[in-house]
């Protein structure tokens, strides 16, 4: 069986000498023997899970991008937020030949092996989203994403910075954050942003809680905080999901979300930008501030195989440019590491 694929592989991919695809699946030449199809570059992508709305909207971008009109097949995984399905589909990408494999990981440990398969086998990877953390990083091709810790930066100077405006101190400040699943890039990032941030400005941080980066666990895990500490000021999410799960919590304890540092009121900090509630939040003082993350990558990564088809190195490492958006204009800019971010006021249309 396997000799008799073999050979029609072979013969698949010499009937189409001088095609830019490295190679045509034999599944695909069972399913269709029109030429065109044939052309297809194939794509298998492996999505760690649909958590969010980064999450979904990354994954409408690939799959909008990555169709038959523009020359692709893309075969998509979700990985459902284990890696151990997700290592299953680049097995299964291996087997079924595909011309390049993307992997948005899940965590960053624990893929060497993996990866290991895919090179032996002559199969590019391209990583987007979070990173993998692997001893040999000829393993991947490249990665595309963002830069997590600055994204968390940028919001403790922006706190920094309003607190000041208002004549607030920084040791005021009670905080707690809903981190992200443990492990991921994003959490790593956004949490490393705020401890480095807390100890710098002299911020008291109450208690740092995995709330997963959805709506369900950030209400479950504010509850929760708030019943233990009544002092609690502000609440750092590390994305929106969990943002509009703590604001359910603070409204279900009889507390108001709000820019305000005083009794009774708590402020949102949150990341993405994506979800349109939680944009509309920001126009109506619910959340304060948000530090972009932009997921739609899909473009990009055509971008990085087009480059890679031509012969040609893409950057190891392409960190995407994303906005700050906040509730007032008490900070019109805010620097880090002497780089100038303005502030976007959003208002509504
Ligand atoms: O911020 C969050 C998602 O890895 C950047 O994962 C991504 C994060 C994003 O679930 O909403």
Not at 162 to 183: A, E
Not at 217 to 223: C, I, L
Not at 250 to 274: H, Q, T, Y
Not at 328 to 337: G, H, L, N, T, Y
């Amino acid at each position: 069986m396997k000799i008799y694929k073999l050979f029609i592989s072979l013969i698949m991919v010499l009937s189409l000498c001088g095609c830019t695809s490295k190679s045509v699946t034999t599944q695909e030449m069972t399913q269709s023997d029109s030429p065109e199809k044939g052309d297809l570059t194939v794509i298998g992508f492996s999505q760690l899970g649909a958590e969010s709305d980064w999450r979904s909207s990354n994954t409408q971008s690939m799959k909008t991008t990555f169709t038959e009109e523009n020359g692709y097949r893309l075969i998509f995984e979700d990985g459902q937020q284990k890696q151990a399905n997700q290592i299953m589909a680049i097995r299964k990408f291996i087997q079924q030949e595909v011309d390049y494999i993307v992997l948005a990981p899940v965590t960053e440990t624990g893929w060497d092996t993996v990866l290991r398969e895919a090179k032996d086998a002559n199969i590019p990877v391209i990583i987007v989203d979070r990173m993998v953390d692997v001893k040999d990083d000829s393993l991947y091709e490249c990665w595309i994403g963002s830069d997590f810790k600055l994204e968390g930066m940028k919001m403790c100077q922006w706190l920094n910075d309003y607190c000041k405006k208002k004549g607030i101190r920084g040791s005021d400040l009670r905080i707690v954050d809903l981190q992200g699943n443990i492990g991921a890039t994003a959490q790593i990032g956004r949490t490393r942003g705020l401890s480095e941030s807390a100890r710098k400005f002299g911020w008291k941080v109450l208690e740092y809680v995995p709330a997963d980066f959805t709506q369900t666990k950030g209400r479950e895990v504010m509850k929760t905080l708030l019943r233990k500490y009544d002092d609690i000021n502000v609440v750092y999410c590390e994305n929106d999901n969990e943002a509009l799960g703590a604001i359910e919590a603070i409204e279900e304890a009889g507390k108001v979300a709000g820019p305000n540092i005083r009794a009774g009121e708590i402020m949102v900090l949150s990341f993405d930008g994506i979800n349109e509630d939680a944009r509309q939040y920001v126009i109506d003082n619910k959340i304060s501030c948000i530090a972009e993350c932009n997921p739609l990558h899909g473009p990009r990564v055509k971008g990085i195989i087009e480059k890679l088809e031509k012969g040609q190195e893409p950057p190891k490492l392409s960190y995407v440019g994303e906005d700050i958006y906040a509730h007032d204009k008490a900070v019109e800019s805010i620097r880090v590491d002497s780089i100038e971010y303005p502030i976007t006021v959003l208002q509504t249309k």
